[in-house]
């Protein structure tokens, strides 16, 4: 059982940063896909940013936020510059099998969740 735990969230300034963090355990597979979601209320999940753990590869849906790994922490980061008060949302880490997809329907795991709120 994949297990995701979020974790970095907070309040921020408009222009400000934060870095968020996803431990990601009890994979066995050695190719997969961790992907960044957000949603804010009343908004449908979007997709963020996602890296292919073997070779690293990263997707983007905006070019301020920048996804990375620790492989020997097995631990993904998302580094989000520029924050405009539109980001916040609560952020999702997901984990799929396989290459990555823009789709949260293909991500199999969750994790819980972690609030960013950004104000003006």
């Known amino acids: 059982q994949v297990q995701l735990v979020e974790s970095g969230g907070g309040l921020v300034q408009a222009g400000g940063s934060l870095r968020l963090s996803c431990a990601v355990s009890?994979?066995?597979?050695?190719?997969?896909?961790i992907g960044w979601f957000r949603q804010a209320p009343g908004k449908e999940r979007e997709f963020v940013a996602a890296i292919l753990w073997s070779g690293g590869s990263t997707y983007y849906a905006d070019s301020r936020f920048t996804i990375s790994r620790d492989n020997a922490a097995n631990t993904v980061y998302l580094q989000m510059n520029s924050l405009k008060p539109e980001d916040t949302a609560v952020y999702y880490c997901a984990y799929k099998s396989g290459t990555n997809s823009y789709s949260s329907r293909e991500y199999a795991y969750w994790g819980q969740g972690t609030q960013v709120t950004v104000s003006s």
């Open positions: 009890g994979h066995t597979l050695s190719r997969y896909t």
